[in-house]
């Protein structure tokens, strides 16, 4: 089974960083850290399948063995004559490849292919907000994403929010702090506070106490 995994020593950094960027942020629109980056580097990501995605099983002149199915919370699937398969972590593709292998003990030259219809990703390449957003939730990652893409996702802020004093921690960095204006992004719509986010960012918005 592949499993994705973040190695103890990088989890404990960032929830460190998580507990202290709330406790910073959280003093009102002051915020010490730099501004996130306008450009980042961010190489075209094939997309890996995660837990509780919805795939589309097609094994081509063979209808009966194609299915619609859920990817379980343990990473695997089942589909007709093939059970419990890893599915999480792999590309469509890779998946596609393992069933028909498994498919050649029943069928001569099995055709397969794997279409996600329905999509969550990895966790560690999901964009968590969390804090004062309208609606904390995990975003999955797409190629080009920025913080305003996320920031509609989840509904932008509560009242309470102080939006200029929002952190974004970026996974990719051992944790690193930036500050980001969501206030000025949303409420003032100055375009110039949207910047990209990378796979395993967190934002946080912490409440205003003014």
């Given at each position: 089974m592949h499993t994705v995994r973040i190695p103890g020593a990088r989890l404990a950094?960032?929830?460190?960083?998580?507990?202290?960027?709330?406790?910073?942020?959280?003093?009102?629109?002051?915020?010490?850290?730099?501004?996130?980056?306008?450009?980042?580097?961010?190489?075209?990501?094939?997309?890996?399948?995660?837990?509780?995605?919805?795939?589309?099983?097609?094994?081509?002149?063979?209808?009966?063995?194609?299915?619609?199915?859920?990817?379980?919370?343990?990473?695997?699937?089942?589909?007709?004559?093939?059970?419990?398969?890893?599915?999480?972590?792999?590309?469509p593709?890779?998946?596609?490849?393992?069933?028909?292998?498994?498919?050649?003990?029943?069928?001569?030259d099995p055709s397969v292919t794997v279409i996600v219809s329905?999509?969550?990703?990895?966790?560690?390449?999901?964009?968590?907000?969390?804090?004062?957003?309208?609606k904390p939730q995990a975003v999955p990652f797409r190629q080009n994403l920025t913080l305003l893409d996320v920031m509609i996702q989840t509904g932008g802020l509560t009242d309470f929010a102080d939006g200029n004093g929002a952190v974004l921690v970026r996974g990719s960095e051992q944790g690193k702090q930036y500050s980001i204006r969501l206030k000025d992004l949303l409420k003032r719509g100055d375009i110039s506070a949207n910047v990209p986010v990378k796979p395993g960012d967190i934002i946080i918005v912490p409440q205003s106490w003014f």
């Open positions: 950094l960032l929830a460190s960083s998580v507990i202290m960027a709330f406790s910073l942020a959280g003093c009102g629109s002051f915020n010490p850290h730099p501004a996130a980056p306008s450009v980042v580097d961010t190489p075209d990501t094939l997309y890996k399948i995660g837990a509780l995605d919805t795939l589309n099983v097609v094994v081509w002149r063979n209808p009966d063995l194609s299915s619609s199915v859920n990817v379980r919370p343990d990473g695997r699937i089942s589909i007709p004559l093939v059970e419990n398969v890893p599915a999480a972590g792999k590309q593709e890779e998946l596609a490849r393992d069933i028909e292998k498994i498919l050649t003990k029943f069928i001569r329905s999509f969550q990703g990895v966790s560690t390449e999901q964009i968590r907000i969390v804090g004062e957003a309208a």
